[in-house]
T-cell receptor, first 112, second 113 residues
Framework: EPEVTQTPSHQVTQMGQEVILRCVPISNHLYFYWYRQILGQKVEFLVSFYNNEISEKSEIFDDQFSVERPDGSNFTLKIRSTKLEDSAMYFC??????????FGPGTRLTVL | GESVGLHLPTLSVQEGDNSIINCAYSNSASDYFIWYKQESGKGPQFIIDIRSNMDKRQGQRVTVLLNKTVKHLSLQIAATQPGDSAVYFCAERSLGGARQLTFGSGTQLTVLP
């Protein structure tokens, strides 16, 4: 069964450093998303991406964040200068034409 | 603001019993709802979904009920098994937009032997 994959599974970085989180969505999917989940809290929407551009973003997704689909398979989330409060699980999700969003296993980001 | 929330943060049931997990939503514009299961250290796993033009949908051992009058969603798990222990989230999607989901706070289901 096709699945969303994410790398790395765990990323540790120093405050102020740049990180890139990578996702490979399901191959025939059209809409791509990033969500985050701070430990013990609910999953929060960050950004959606369709037709090679951002279609919607939340208040969390400020100028420190960017997304890119550099080729036909990868979908990346970049945080330019990480802050302590960026520590969270980051989930990538994708959908085809149906409504079901399939989530990847997540990347645990730890900012020291 | 409008949000999706869960009534109970934890639920413990005996193995073999039925489980009912509840969710309240406040966005009347939501047209689609999903239940996800999340095990420790993993991503949300799709369980079942329902559109706003339905009031009940059944899957394998799971049933979702939607009551639009009181804006209530529930997930029923029949014959709960130890592997069902996880956090369960409801999520909603509003009409239009980029189909992003708004998640509730989650209910921790613990299945007792």
């Amino acid at each position: 069964e096709p699945e969303v994959t994410q790398t790395p599974s765990h990323q540790v970085t120093q405050m102020g450093q740049e990180v890139i989180l990578r996702c490979v969505p399901i191959s025939n999917h059209l809409y791509f998303y990033w969500y985050r989940q701070i430990l013990g809290q609910k999953v929060e929407f960050l950004v959606s991406f369709y037709n090679n551009e951002i279609s919607e973003k939340s208040e969390i997704f400020d100028d420190q964040f960017s997304v890119e689909r550099p080729d036909g398979s990868n979908f990346t989330l970049k945080i330019r200068s990480t802050k302590l409060e960026d520590s969270a699980m980051y989930f990538c999700a994708s959908i085809a034409e149906t409504d079901t969003q399939y989530f990847g296993p997540g990347t645990r980001l730890t900012v020291l | 603001g409008e949000s999706v929330g869960l009534h109970l943060p934890t639920l413990s049931v005996q193995e073999g019993d039925n489980s009912i997990i509840n969710c309240a939503y406040s966005n009347s514009a939501s047209d689609y709802f999903i239940w996800y299961k999340q095990e420790s250290g993993k991503g949300p796993q799709f369980i079942i979904d329902i559109r706003s033009n339905m009031d009940k949908r059944q899957g394998q051992r799971v049933t979702v009920l939607l009551n639009k009058t009181v804006k209530h969603l529930s997930l029923q798990i029949a014959a709960t098994q130890p592997g069902d222990s996880a956090v369960y989230f409801c999520a909603e999607r509003s009409l239009g937009g980029a189909r992003q989901l708004t998640f509730g706070s989650g209910t921790q289901l613990t299945v007792l032997p």
